[in-house]
């Protein structure tokens, strides 16, 4: 937020305090400022090596070369048609000014002016900005000859003076403007970019500011300047009230809590004073005419954004009736003109202003277009053979509005700050007042800030205001209250204050404080929506004693309280263990969104509910993921150019339950695919990672967090696996995750390379709840024997019911079976293959050959007879 200082002198006396004071103390406050631009203002002057505190910018302007002049007649040039030459007056003498500014061209040769036009004028030796350069370059203005004609001084343009970038006329200052007054003493300023945070949104005005910096020095805010009734009547409050003329009606009051509306009538549509303008400017906002500049005055001003519609034309839409105000969510694809001039295509989460005949704005975001505030003046004539005779205007062209607005009508609200924040997303378009909508703006301030807004629009448009307010207020927030105790300042801020100075801290910002036998009770103000209650609200009101109080100032303390007992953690300490495995055997740990969609998940996997955002970020992060597995494959999709990967994440998914919580249930996703070699000098052709990858690392994994009894059989999960080459993991029969590669129809839905993707996932709650083994096996003081044996058995038995047949024929002989080749061709037989395994027997005594053809023949007589194989010749 950008804020003159000129500005907040309105409502807090700032005499003792330098720009660099005010933005120190809003810095330490919380409200950091993160430059400080002068425009006039003396800048500030550091000795050498000394530290520059804020970023400054900017030009002083010198009192006695740069003042306020009159001009009083507008005189052709001898030489050019273009140029203008000025009889000026300085307050101390006449001055001829040569000038090519476009916005007084139209008075040439009109003789005396029966009003002089009040000017900013740069005597010769005046520093500026250059007026045709880009961007800031500084001139010092010297004497020369333009086209025969002496220039030595000029009247500048707001980009010379560095106000804005706008060199394309001068300056025309209000006609109370003192002729002769140094121009800095008249407007000059300085401008403070505060970076407003969200816990400070109720900041981002002027007496917002100005509260702060009350509280911190200890100054009154002024009230006097604070928006007064509208309730007539008075000089400019008169005519029938707007509420026999208008009603609203609220459909929803979560999204619209409150609506105000008041009407002022027989405005004159004209420029704003200069002085309004040029602090529109610096606050960053465009100046447009007085009544739109009415309401982007009052929003900086007090916070609380306006709109202004033409209730002319709301009459004639209405008809006989009376004009009814409507708020409601927009129908789905209905369609809204918005001030920008852009066809929006709504959707059912955005929130309409509307009258009978339709919708007449965004709520909280933008107008339309069909019901703004029309300045018939701005559509001015093509240049093109039109003459404009001397001391005219050029002439406003007939259009399909034909004339400027007359009367209008001014609206006031507040609306759900979520709503507001995604709407102003999904159509982009970021706004003064949808960046105070979407950060929360009180209910309270609608009333006063159409007051405010209407009060100026009198002021500068000569309007009459129609007596009271059309004030639908459904939905009114409860403001917090709090009990504080010195007991809990002492021990959360580590300071002493009594109740009746945690009071007076408090009362600076507006807290309504009693203070009882023992405690202080605590009344968040109506501006205040960031105050909780309990121990969250005590957390808040705490803070803001801190602030008030000052942090510089809180002195460095140890902690008193004693610290909690050391209690670990299992799971977290389980899971880091198993963290360090998988980086032990070659892979990377991702951390993925837990946010998703549908669409992506279904890409590999169906989930028929899901855990829906109620204010998701993105169309594509709108429910919590079912599928860890999904997430990973996302990154790996993201770095498929990659030559070889081996990612995993440990976390949780969603599982939705009905009136509830989700449950959380934590899993293990692996995704390997590329080279199983990093290419080298020696390297030529690395073979891709395939099934049997992916196993290994599974078998090293489960071994080091010592389990045994592990099967791999035939998958039956719901991932789209490729068939034949996946398989389930069971560990003491259990099942506890599944692995092998992606099915080919999943695999085309995402952008891979062509080598396979193998994947895993595991079920973590199974997984950690088994018993691991920690016994010791001693080392046989006998040796091993090894032997081969080769069966030929049907395609359709598993290997793993071979190897569980061949350890329980050989009993505790048996010490080891590892299955080393599959064959398969048309010698063996149709539907046939052939297993190769390695065994290895070994027993409390040497064994012999004969020791070792028995147990090979019981083995291979429990195979024939169970599963029909026959040993291989």
Not at 801 to 827: H, M
């Amino acid at each position: 937020m950008k804020l003159p200082i000129s500005w907040l002198k309105d409502f807090i006396d700032l005499d003792g305090l330098t720009v660099e004071d005010i933005a120190r103390k809003l810095t330490l406050a919380g409200l950091e400022v993160d430059e400080i631009l002068y425009a006039g203002l003396p800048m500030p002057t550091y000795s050498a090596g000394e530290k520059h505190e804020f970023k400054t910018n900017g030009i002083a302007w010198d009192k006695e070369k740069i003042v306020v002049a009159e001009i009083r007649e507008v005189k052709a040039h001898p030489n050019a048609d273009k140029l203008t030459l000025l009889d000026l007056f300085d307050g101390q003498q006449e001055q001829v000014v040569l000038t090519g500014a476009p916005n007084i061209f139209h008075l040439k040769g009109a003789g005396k002016l029966e009003k002089p036009i009040k000017v900013a004028y740069a005597k010769e030796g005046s520093t500026l900005y250059d007026g045709h350069a880009e961007g800031q370059v500084l001139m010092t203005l010297k004497r020369a000859k333009i086209r025969g004609v002496d220039s030595y001084s000029m009247v500048c343009s707001e980009k010379e003076l560095g106000i804005t970038d706008e060199s394309d006329g001068i300056i025309i200052l209000d006609d109370d403007a003192p002729v002769g007054t140094p121009l800095a003493d008249y407007i000059g300023d300085a401008v403070l970019d505060i970076s407003i945070l969200p816990n400070m949104a109720r900041n981002a005005n002027v007496i917002g500011i100005a509260r702060e910096l009350a509280a911190l020095t200890g100054r009154e805010l002024r009230a006097d300047n604070r928006p007064q009734t509208v309730d007539g009547p008075s000089s400019t409050v008169n005519g029938p009230s707007v509420n026999d003329l208008v009603e609203i009606e609220i459909t929803n009051s979560e999204l619209n809590p409150r609506f105000v509306a008041g009407l002022i009538r027989n405005v004159e549509i004209k420029p704003s004073p200069y002085q309004i303008q040029r602090r529109l400017k610096l606050a960053g906002v465009r100046a447009i005419n007085n009544i739109v500049d009415a309401t982007n005055y009052a929003m900086i001003e007090l916070g609380e954004p306006l709109h202004a519609f033409d209730y002319d034309i709301l009459k004639e839409r209405a008809g006989d009736k009376k004009i009814k105000i409507i708020t409601r969510t927009a129908q789905e694809g209905e369609e809204l003109v918005t001030l920008d001039g852009m066809k929006r295509k709504l959707t059912a989460m955005n929130v309409l202003v509307c009258d009978e005949k339709g919708s007449l704005s965004l709520a909280g975001v933008m107008g339309g277009s069909e019901s703004e505030v029309y300045d018939a003046s701005k559509e001015v004539l093509d240049a093109v053979g039109v003459e404009v005779k001397a001391g005219e205007m050029p002439q406003g062209k007939i259009t399909s509005r034909g004339k400027s607005t007359v009367n209008v009508l001014l609206e006031g609200a507040a609306w759900n700050f979520i709503n507001i924040r995604r709407t102003a997303k999904q159509h982009n378009l970021p706004s003064e007042a949808s960046f105070r909508f979407s950060r929360g703006v009180h209910p309270a301030l609608a009333e006063i800030g159409v007051k405010r807004g209407l009060q100026y629009m009198a002021a500068w448009a000569n309007g009459s205001i129609a007596p009271g307010l059309v004030d639908t207020y459904p939905l009114k927030p409860k403001d917090s209250v709090v009990d504080v105790t010195s007991q809990d300042v002492k021990r959360l801020l580590g300071i002493d204050l009594t109740l009746e100075q945690i009071s007076e801290l408090l009362t600076r910002l507006e807290f309504k404080c009693e203070v009882m036998s023992n405690k202080l009770q605590v009344t968040a103000p109506a501006h205040r929506m960031d105050i909780d209650e309990g121990v969250v609200g005590l957390a808040d009101v705490l803070e803001e004693v801190a602030r008030s109080y000052g942090y510089d100032k809180i002195p460095t303390t140890t902690m008193s309280d004693s610290l909690p007992p050391q209690v670990g953690n299992p799971v977290h300490e389980w899971e880091e263990h198993l963290r360090d495995l998988l980086v032990a055997i070659g892979l990377q740990e991702v951390v993925t969104y837990r946010m998703t969609s549908p669409e992506r998940e279904s890409r590999v996997v169906t989930h028929n509910e899901y855990v829906r955002i109620a204010n998701p970020i993105a169309p594509e992060r709108s429910v919590l993921r079912q599928s860890l597995l999904a997430s990973v494959l996302e990154v790996v999709e993201k770095n498929a150019k990659a030559e070889s990967i081996a990612m995993f994440e440990v976390g949780s998914i969603f599982e939705p339950v009905k009136n509830d919580l989700p449950n959380e249930p934590r899993r293990l996703a692996i995704v390997m695919t590329g080279a199983r070699i990093a290419s080298a000098w020696d390297v030529k052709d690395s073979p891709k990672f395939d099934f049997y990858d992916m196993k290994g690392r599974i078998e090293l994994l489960l071994a080091g967090l010592r389990y045994t009894d592990i099967v791999y059989t035939e998958s039956e999960s719901t991932y789209q696996l490729h068939p034949g080459k996946s398989a389930e993991v069971k560990v003491n029969g259990q099942v506890v995750g599944v692995f092998g590669e992606l099915h080919p129809l999943a695999k085309e839905k995402y952008e891979f390379s062509d080598a396979p993707i193998i994947v895993a996932e595991f079920d973590l709650e199974k997984l950690r709840g088994l018993n691991p083994s920690y016994g010791i096996t001693p080392v046989s003081e006998f040796p091993p024997m090894y032997e081969d044996i080769a069966i030929i058995l049907d395609e359709s038995v598993a290997a793993s019911a071979v190897e569980a047949l061949i350890r329980q024929t050989g009993g505790k002989t048996v010490t080891d079976v590892r299955l080393f080749d599959v064959y398969r061709d048309e010698k063996i037989g149709a539907g046939k293959k052939s297993l190769a395994y390695s065994l290895t027997y070994q027993a409390e005594k040497t064994l012999t050959d004969a020791d070792a053809a028995a147990i090979r023949n019981k083995i291979v007589k429990r195979l024939e007879n169970t599963i029909g194989a026959k040993l291989r010749s």
